[in-house]
């Protein structure tokens, strides 16, 4: 079969590593892509919010699958857009309806949603521009410290939590009044902080029913410590230790069955990854938000874990007899160190060559923000740049082995923590 991987970060590029292990994939597609993908499958220019081009390479190149990485495209509706199509509406795409892809494009639309089904979450309520003073007297309802989420999709920078009261009035007001998120921001929740430790679920689903994939905890913190400002990921552990299997059989009965069989409920098509971030409150776990693709730099560390075939995977997805499935997972903990550009998640510099790629040993590197230069380098061209991934017999191994490969790779501005599971 052949398949096109859409995006061009570390999570598209661990599901394209692991696809081209596949004897069932023929021809394999990366759009746009990056310098690490370029090395083994074709990259396509194409933007992933260009559906009509997109579906002229699906057309064109023979496409049997398309598996899309980033949410963008997802919530502007790309499943709806092949449907609509007569001659793409054969090609099955893995991921949910637009309508499906609101439990990420809109905070107060997953809220909703668990109020409905009774899925544990925080107390929240829901504001608009004209709702300001409301939205005050809720806070000063609230103990601190204040949650403030941007309704709609906001890069993973919406999530603002402030210990001061004035200070969260004043975020709030730039939010809600002064465009601080642009349209992401018209709307707010703003829910009750919920004290535990994180960790985040991944469920593949056909709609009825579903695999649920190793667990993961990543690191949103630029520092160490979990200080600093948020980032997409500085790094993953899997599995999560605390995670046993009497908090999974709740997190299965009170969350995700919910989920699933509530989608179904709706009618709301949903073929494709639920992405479940959760918090773990004494004993029992919470919704903190719902993404509807593989999270990053956490894709980096489940995929390699997955024994089973992914193209078989997605391909009883598409047809709905994944239930026929078994899902196979290495018993070996996996940890993905993140290279980042210095001043990353505010403003960086692109284009420095990148050393030492050619010296790593036992261990994968998952390229985030890569490019080729003209003379045909490697260079930087993100803010997350590499993403270290390495197996061992638990986590503590593994996390020696990212290190030192980690170590072995250089360029201009270079950082990353080195203080990841510090909690575990």
Known sequence: MNILVLGSGGREHALAWKLHQSDRVNMLYVAPGNAGTADFVHNLDLSVTDFEAIGEAVLSKEIDLVLVGPEVPLVMGIQDYFKSSDSLSQVPLIGPSKAGAQLEGSKEFAKKFMERYEIPTAAYRSFGPN?????????EELTPPYVLKADGLAGGKGVLILSDIEAAKSALKEMLVGGKFGEAGNRVVIEEFLSGIELSCFVLTDGSTYKIL????????IGEGDTGLNTGGMGAISPVAFADKTF????????????????????????????????????????????????????????????????????????????NMNLEVLPEAAVTVMLVSGGYPESYSKGYPI?????????????????????????????????????????????????????????????YRKDLGFDL
Not at 377 to 394: I, Q, S
């Open 355 to 415: 050393h030492g790629l050619d010296t790593i040993k036992g261990a994968t590197v998952f390229h985030a923000g890569t490019a080729r230069s003209s003379d045909g380098t490697t260079v930087t061209n993100g803010g997350r740049v590499l993403a270290v991934t390495a197996l061992g017999t638990d986590f503590k191994e593994a996390l020696r082995k990212a290190y030192g490969q980690a170590s072995q790779i250089t360029f201009e501005q270079a950082y």
């Open 248 to 323: 999974m059989d709740k997190v299965e009965s009170r969350i995700i069955k919910p989920t699933v069989e509530g989608l179904k409920s709706e009618g709301i098509p949903y073929t494709g990854f639920i992405f479940i971030g959760l918090i773990k409150v004494g004993d029992d776990p919470f919704v903190i938000e719902y993404n509807v693709r593989m999270g990053d730099p956490e894709t980096e560390v489940v995929i390699p874990r997955i024994k089973t075939d992914l193209a078989e995977l997605l391909s009883a997805t598409a047809k709905g007899t994944l239930g």
């Open 131 to 139: 709702d300001l003073h409301e939205a005050y007297r809720f806070l």
């Open 214 to 221: 190793p667990t993961a905890k990543d690191y949103k913190r």
